[in-house]
């Protein structure tokens, strides 16, 4: 049997065959709502190259593909993608945070998550997993979840394991909804993001998921503000949180990163962290 060519499937990498440009364009495209007559415009190509290109039936060159990403919106990490699917070397650095080069974006964000102190701040990547958390994080998840603490080290699968998180939220039902869109929506964006697909589905497949969460509507838009009301013996502790993300970043790990503060919506919550707080640095002090 003849195999198939690297223009048919794509190329492989690391024994796993990665979509051709071609195939990632015209996904892109779908999910952008174009047509092919209104890309080849925005992208100043003509509708009979873009065909040939989505259907592999030309190589595009460098500045196309340039001009088609710029016309698609897609992001640093897409574009990276693209390059290589194409047989081109990837245009953006992705360094790991802990090398020199970011030694001072690592500076930033250690005072953010410090600054945020009694109350809990994590820094997460771009499919919500935990990278690092502040103290006042470590602290409230060991008092709602006792030593043991939580059983994932990525945020949306703490909130709905049963035997995690989940287990102590009280409005649940209303807190998970807004995260399953939140997902899809990114998903919609990124429809080549096969780790948010994977996470998408372990979320829908914990028990008491509703089912019509598996049927994404992406006409309703989440919530700018969302309210978890975590409950622990006598107490409700209420948070919201806000987002921090690196504006214009010139790496890729950056333009995946963003820090979630959460803030105490109630003073019986503020309260309570600060008592939480005291309590810890009175029994550090005590064993010195």
């Given at each position: 049997m003849t195999p198939l060519s690297n223009a048919t499937l794509g190329v492989v990498l690391n024994k796993k065959i990665i979509p051709s440009a071609g195939s990632q364009l015209k996904q892109w495209r779908i999910s952008r709502g174009m047509s092919q007559l209104a890309l080849a415009l925005e992208a100043n190509l003509s509708t009979r190259h873009l065909s040939c290109v989505e259907t592999n039936k030309s190589q595009p060159s460098r500045e196309a593909l340039t001009r088609l990403a710029d016309a698609l919106q897609l992001s640093m990490y897409e574009r990276n993608a693209l390059w290589r699917a194409a047989g081109f070397v990837a245009?953006?650095?992705?360094?790991?945070?802990?090398?020199?080069?970011?030694?001072?974006?690592?500076?930033?964000?250690?005072?953010?998550?410090?600054?945020?102190?009694?109350?809990?701040?994590?820094?997460?990547?771009?499919h919500w997993q935990i990278l690092q958390s502040n103290a006042a994080?470590?602290?409230?998840?060991?008092?709602?979840?006792?030593?043991r603490g939580s059983l994932h080290n990525n945020i949306l699968l703490q909130f709905f394991d049963p035997n995690d998180l989940r287990g102590v939220i009280e409005n649940w039902l209303e807190v998970a909804v807004e995260l399953i869109r939140h997902v899809q929506l990114a998903i919609a964006r990124s429809p080549l993001d096969e780790r948010a697909q994977a996470l998408l589905q372990q979320m829908l497949s914990f028990p008491d998921v509703p089912k019509n969460w598996r049927t994404p509507n992406l006409a309703i838009t989440p919530?700018?503000?969302?309210?978890?009301?975590?409950?622990?013996h006598q107490h409700r502790l209420r948070f919201f949180s806000a987002m921090t993300s690196f504006g214009m970043p010139r790496d890729v790990t950056l333009e995946g990163l963003?820090?979630?503060?959460?803030?105490?919506?109630?003073?019986?919550?503020?309260?309570?962290?600060?008592?939480?707080s005291a309590q810890k640095d009175l029994i550090a002090n005590s064993t010195l």
């Open positions: 245009d953006h650095p992705e360094t790991e945070l802990s090398q020199p080069a970011l030694a001072q974006i690592q500076q930033a964000i250690d005072c953010i998550l410090a600054q945020q102190e009694p109350y809990p701040a994590f820094l997460l990547d771009r994080a470590d602290r409230l998840n060991r008092t709602l979840l006792g030593e919530a700018p503000i969302l309210t978890t009301t975590f409950k622990h963003h820090i979630e503060s959460c803030f105490p919506v109630d003073q019986a919550t503020a309260e309570f962290c600060r008592n939480l």
